[in-house]
Structures are given as structure tokens and as C-alpha cells.
């Protein structure tokens, strides 16, 4: 039986355009759209396996619906010049692969497909149809299947009869009475006003159709009954406009849509001319001079030396023998916590092989050389997150030193978006051969299996191949994106001394928590006792019903909000309803305290390790797009310091060494100080060069006020739109944050524009430098791409534009404690102190430091941390010394 698969061209485009990130040719091309469409293409070509092809396009904007609609489609947006110059480049291509491609002057790539699908059905073909518009679900049947994108283009979900009935309980037909009811925005269908999908599907399951519906409108109640009554036409003109056209006049026979295959040697040149040389090496496409790309050998194809005990002393030697002409290495550490990961083995991809041994291979004799050559740091090394590595083998005994490059931290450079930072999806993003998953392997959750040995071998055997392949291509990019000093000087740099840090840990006395927990749980008995005295009953306040039933039934409390189960009792409904009732202030102080006990006295108990008595938490470099670290296993940046009874937290965190101290020391304001330097408001930089309050400043400003006529309220507003500014705040997060109207909160954020026009003019212009470019920048060229700047969809558009101004700010400041951390720690090696970082919080770095070496330090930290980068205002950062971290704030 032939398989036809049948392409909506426009649609496929215009998801990849949106997904898939900025991408030029060296000449200025625009191909992040044909790069998406053509890893569609391969992927439906090797799984699919075609007999006959096609690709179809809209031929214009005028279609036969407009002579019945002439609004049909009406106010969509202009397709964006970066991605219609993109049309030309994938007709070429598909040209370049022997796929078909049609268009017809009025109809669109649905009339085409729909008709084209028919005649493949009569003649007793399959058909497998790929689109991101769910109007052609309405051509499922048993022949042919709908292939519907997700998340841009890089998954299907398959839809037959029978799935489109599990998902929606309805018949592919029934498609087009479901848009003939809801309408589709996007093509603007009317439908009928204030019939969603949900509403929609509920009345096609009771009546089956649109014409039904109609009939039976005088079944339907209140305004339901008089909005399908008012709007009968529109529905029917809907369903009309939805329903796929089968009899277009084509000019093309069956037989012409068969594919053969492509030339490589055209196919090869088309993606040269495109500059995706990944795809050309993926392919094992000839290359220039007509060889076939070196590195193009499938993982199938890798020799391969598998080490599964000590007993295989041959091949331990020949592989200590190949460290020499290492390429990359990967080293396989199983669990998420790194302080607590089973280390499985190693693989290593030298000299045209790959050998890969299980940990027990390692251990003996025979594995020494091999377990120097891992902690000699003059060996360098190519791996895959070397930070976690370097954690999970130090609990072993066992050394890693001397990291060349890491996959995993370069690929978070160049797309700190993208969440899949595998090794599999990193070889995918680069058209590299496939890489397994760890899931795949592995299993997942309670199905989680360690492989034979064999298996498992292999897989690190390929994910080391990887591993090299990839960083040719990411060191080429870092390069050519101005993030090569960001990765060598900064990032790579910083993991090595994160290791160290974590490694290290900080002393939490168990004593002094244990002394903080029975204290808080005195103080959570004493309000609960409070709470039962105001509610007139006992009763589970920790239950959102029961408390419900006594704030907004028993106590007649205004109702905020309501959920599906019944009363919202959510922080934000609590604050809105403290002025009404002295019970809620104390169900606020409740919760705080119930969070303290369980998740930070509870929680940091359950974290000190035995063997050393400390905790050890794990910096992540690679998960906030920001560039920010983050803290796990425990959070330490978490830490609650609003509270009094949080602070407390912090007494429990100790020296390490008998008569030392912890020292700490944090930028003051280090974002609006960098907002100061990249817009280079004049009122800003005079407020931080002259060392003035900065909220009293913007108050005086935005006022209009003398700093001796500026109260507390005043200085509190300044506050909130000064650190509202640094994240992109809305009238509306404003005044939820001051508590007053958004129509005030609108007015103070336009006074405070007025006042500082610098800021102004920055916002303006980084959103349309964003629009530009797709991306922003810090100081230190981090980038992170904004696809969504150029989304139709509003809110899609409006965080982008949020980000765009924040991120540059937020990341900058991000990037200046991380330097300042890397220069910390060459300054403490190279004046011999005994004194440790320990841990980065934010804009605060904590030490622990001999006496004799507390002068020093109370000199050297700040003036490390304030010059760590030069910008137009000073940068201050304030240093505070005790026997335990609350003492040092």
C-alpha cells in the first residue's frame, strides 16, 4: 500500500518561525523557519517513509470564502518580512529534496490537501497529514491520519478517528460544527459570541451538529438561548467558512506526487548555501571537494571497547594508553543530587574509539592510571556538566580536575531558554546523529531500571561520541555570538569554584535548630489557640473549606474569590482581607510559621550529612534564563529574612572551625546601579555618584519634594516602582504591591517616567532593539532570545517586552556577583588566606574567616566585589561579621 504524506506548508513555516530562535547566514538570511521545516521534513521522511509527497502553500490572500466573507481572515497581523522572505528559501530546498509542492490562485493549502487526501483514500492509499491547524482534523478516517504540531514543530500528536473521539467525543466531521459554533480568531470565524470550546463541544455532544443546535435552541436557557438565536446565521456562514473544499481543479496527476528520494549532491549544496552544516554532516552529505563528511558516521557505526570488570586488565591499559588523544568524556552519575548520585561508569571518545568501563572496572589497580588521568588537572577534558561529575566522584574518593569545555554549560549559553540541555537534545539541536534519551534507557520514575551492563556501556559510549561533536559546533557559535570571554573567563571558571564551595558546605548546629523548632511550634500552638478564640471553634486551618466555611460563612467576611471546590483562601485573598478581621493577620502569622518548622527546621535537619556535619548545597548555572544561580538539595537562598523568626534560621549556621567567624557582604541596590549606567538617566547616576538614598531621591523627583518633605508613604512608593522598573512592573503589578488603584498606580509610573526620561527612553529602546535583533544582551554580551516579542498574541508580546527590559539589568547584575566570585577566589590563593567562600545568596556572599584574617577580609571582600566591573556609577557592597550568619547581617 502507498503512504502519501501531505504537508500544510504555511502552517508548518509559521510554527517553526516562532519556535525556533533567531538564526542568520552569514550574509543576513533569515532561516530560523526553513531550518524547523526541513528537521520536520527528515524526521517525517525516515519515519514515515513516503511513496508520495507533497508540500502545499496559500497561493495569495483572496480564497472563494471571501466572495461569501469578505472579512475572512480579517485583522491578522502582517506575516513578518523575516520570515516571508523565508517562502522562497524552503520552495528552493524542497526543489533541492524531489518533494513536491502546489499552490492554486483561490484556494488555500487545506483545499489542496483536502482534495489530494480524497484521491488517496479512493485509490486505496494511506495518508498521513502534517499541519499545526486543527481544522484538519475534520479529514481523519481510517486511511488518513492527522498529524497535529506541538510545541513549534518539534512533537506530533497523532489524531485517527478514534483519537479525536477520545479527545474531544466527537466525529472528525463534527470539527467543522465545533469552529462553526466557537468561531476561530485566528482566521476571524465569528461563530457565535461567548461560545468557547468548552461550551461548544457540550452542545455538539447533546445535539450533534450546528443545524441541530439551532433547532433545539428553545431547549437552551437565559442568555445562552438568546445569543445562538441572535447569531444563527453567523454559526452556519462559520461552519461554511471551516469546512475543507475536496473538489479544487488540480492540475497535477497522482503519479507526479511520488517520491524517489533526494540527490545528495544537490541537497548537499542547498544546505551549504543555507549554511546548515550540521544537517549536511547529519546526512553524511558530500562535502565540498564531493567526500563524504568525516564525521557523519552513525553512533551504530562507533568502535566501541566495553569494560564491565577490574578482571579485563587489557583493555584498562589500552584505554589508559588512549587518554592521551582524549576528545571527550562523560561520566554517568545517576540521581538529580550530586552529593548523593550512584556514579555508574565512564566513558572516553580518544582516538577513534570509545571505551567505556563500569565503576567496579575502575577501582582496582588496573584502573588507577585512569582515575589520576581524572583528577590531573593539566589533562584537559570535554564533557557534559564536569560540575555534577566533579560532586558525585568526590564522594567516592575520587578526583576530577582540569575541564577543557562543558556541553552542557555552553549549550546553556546559547539558549538559556531551552530546556532540553541533554546530550540527546543538544545532539538534535544540532542535527547531530540521535542520541537515546536517559529515559529511554533508564525508564522513568517507578519504572527507573539500570540496563545490563552491556546496555548501559553503550549508551555512555555514545553520549561521549556526542559529546565531541557537539562542542565543535558550540564552540563555533560561542564565537560567532561574542560569548567566547562570557564561557572561558566567567562561566567555566565559576563551575570549578561552585565545586569547591559545595564541596566545602557550612556547619548548621543541629542543636541551635532543634532549640528553633520547639520555639516556633510554642509560637504555632499559641495562635492557633488565638485563632479558635476569634473563630468561636476548633477547626483544620490548614483546610480550604473548613477555613473557608468560617472566614466567609460564620464571619460574613467578603467573598474574594472563588475556585472550583468552593472559596479561595490563597495569600492574596488573605492580604485583601486583613483591614476586615483581626483573625486573618493571624492565619497569615500561622502559615509562616507552619513554613518555618516544615520546611526549614524540619527540612535543613534532614540535609546535614552525617560524615560531616554540614550541609551541602548544589549551584545550578544552567536554570534561570537570567543567569542567576540557583540553590537545591537545600535551597540556602530561600531562606525567609522578612520575618524575625526566619532570620533566626541563620543563627544556626556556624564557623566551621573553633574561633572563626562568618562574614558576609552584599551589593546595595546593584540592579537600579546598573539600570543607572545602561540608560544613563542623569538623575540616577547623580543619586548613586553622590551616595543619596536612592528612594528618597526618586521620591523627591517624582514628587517634587525637598528630602526633608518626603514621609514614609512616599519613600515606600518610590521604593516599589523603583525595584517594580528593574522587572518590567505593570500598572497592575503596582498596585497590587501599594495597594491602591491601577488608574493611580498608571499616574505615578508616568510621573516617574517624566522624572527620570533616561529610563524611558532605555525601555523604548531595548524593546525595539529586541524586536530587531530577537534577543537582548547584559553588559557581558549573555544573550536571551525573545521569539515571543514578535507574537500576535498580546500577553505572549507583553512579557517578552518585560523581558527584554529586565533581562539586560537583571543579568547583568547576575553576571557582576559571578565575577566577582571567580576573582574572589584567585584573591584568597593568591595571598595564601585560610578564609573560605562558602555560599552565594543572591547579592551576598558568605565566608567564614580566622580571626587574624578578619582585617583583611573586611578590606578585601569589598573592594573585590566593587571593582568587579567598571560601570558609570560606583558600585558598594556592605560587609557585616559574627559567629553565625544572623550576626552577620
Known sequence: MNKWVLIDGNSIANRAFYAIKPLTTSAGLNTNAVFGFTTMLLRLLEEEKPSHMLVA??????????????????????TPP??????????????????????????????????????????????????????????????V????????????????????????????????????????????????????????????????????????????????????????????????LATIFREVPLEREPDELAYRGYDPA??????????????????????????????????????????????????????????????????????????HAVVLGLAVAAGGRVYAAALEALQGEAGAPIRSWLADAGAPKVGYDLHKAELALHWLGWELRGTAFDVQLAGYLLDPTDTSQTISGLAQRYGLPAVP???????KGAKFKVPDTETMLRHLAVKADAIVRIAVRQKEDLERDGMHRLYYELEQPLSAVLAGMEKQGIVVNAEALEQLGRELERDIAATMTEIYRLAGTEFNINSPKQLGDILFDKLGLPVIKKTKTGYSTDADVLEKLEPYHEIV??????????????????????????????????????????????????????IP????????????????????????????????????????????KEAFINDLDIHTKTAMDVFGVKAEEVDANMRRQAKAVNFGIVYGISDFGLSQNLNITRKEAAAFIDQYFAAFTGVRAYMDNIVAQARADGYVTTLLERRRYLPEIKASNFNLRSFAERTAMNTPIQGTAADIIKLAMVRMHERLKEQGLRSRMLLQVHD???????????????????????????????????VHYGVNWYEAK
Not at 543555507?274 to 567526500?291: K, M, N, Q, T, V
Open 82 to 143: 523575516e520570515l516571508s522572505e523565508q517562502f522562497p528559501l524552503m520552495k528552493e530546498l524542497l526543489r533541492s529534496f524531489g518533494i513536491s509542492q502546489y499552490e492554486l490562485e483561490g484556494y488555500e493549502a487545506d483545499d489542496i490537501i483536502g482534495t489530494l487526501s480524497r484521491i488517496a483514500e479512493e485509490r486505496g492509499d494511506e495518508v498521513v497529514i502534517v499541519t499545526g491547524d486543527k481544522d484538519m482534523l475534520q479529514l481523519a478516517t481510517d486511511r
Open 844 to 878: 551576598e556572599l558568605v565566608f567564614e574567616v580566622p580571626e587574624d584574617e578578619l582585617e583583611t577580609m573586611k578590606t578585601l571582600v569589598p573592594e573585590v566585589m566593587e571593582n568587579a566591573i567598571e560601570l558609570d556609577v560606583p558600585l558598594k557592597a556592605d
Open 145 to 240: 491520519t492527522v498529524l497535529l504540531t506541538r510545541k513549534g514543530v518539534s512533537e506530533v500528536e497523532r489524531f485517527s478517528p478514534a483519537a479525536i473521539k477520545e479527545k474531544y467525543g466527537l466525529e472528525p466531521l463534527q470539527i467543522i460544527d465545533l469552529k462553526g459554533l466557537m468561531g476561530d480568531p485566528s482566521d476571524n470565524i465569528p461563530g457565535i459570541p461567548g461560545v468557547g470550546e468548552k461550551t461548544a463541544l457540550k452542545l455538539l455532544h447533546e445535539y450533534g451538529s450546528v443545524e441541530e443546535v439551532l433547532a433545539h435552541s428553545d431547549e437552551l436557557k437565559g442568555k445562552m438561548k438568546e445569543k445562538v438565536e441572535q447569531h444563527k446565521d453567523d454559526a452556519i456562514m462559520s461552519k461554511e
Open 266 to 339: 544537490a541537497l548537499a549544496e542547498a544546505f551549504r548555501k543555507l549554511e546548515f552544516r550540521s544537517l549536511i554532516e547529519r546526512l553524511g552529505l558530500p562535502g565540498e571537494g564531493g567526500a563524504a563528511a568525516d564525521a557523519s558516521a552513525d553512533a551504530a557505526e562507533l568502535d566501541i571497547v566495553a569494560i564491565a570488570s577490574e578482571d579485563e586488565t587489557d583493555k584498562l591499559s589500552a584505554m589508559a594508553d588512549a587518554l592521551a588523544q582524549s576528545q571527550g568524556v562523560y561520566i554517568e552519575a545517576i540521581g538529580e543530587n550530586p552529593h
Open 585 to 638: 493577620p493571624l492565619i497569615l502569622h500561622f502559615r509562616q510559621l507552619s513554613k518555618l518548622q516544615s520546611t526549614y527546621v524540619e527540612g535543613l535537619l534532614k540535609e546535614i550529612r552525617r560524615d560531616t556535619g554540614k550541609v551541602h548545597t548544589y549551584f545550578r548555572q544552567t536554570i534561570a534564563a537570567t543567569g542567576r544561580l540557583s540553590s537545591q538539595f537545600p535551597n540556602l537562598q530561600n
Open 437 to 443: 534519551t536517559d529515559e529511554s534507557v533508564y525508564g
Open 641 to 684: 529574612i522578612r520575618l524575625e523568626e526566619g532570620r533566626k534560621i541563620r543563627k544556626a549556621f556556624v564557623p566551621s572551625e573553633e574561633g572563626w567567624y562568618i562574614l558576609a557582604a552584599d551589593y546595595s541596590q546593584i540592579e537600579l546601579r546598573v539600570l543607572a549606567h545602561i540608560s544613563g538617566d542623569e538623575r540616577l
Open 57 to 78: 502553500f496559500d497561493a495569495g490572500k483572496v480564497t472563494f470564502r471571501h466572495k461569501d466573507y469578505g472579512d475572512y481572515k480579517g485583522g491578522r497581523a502582517k
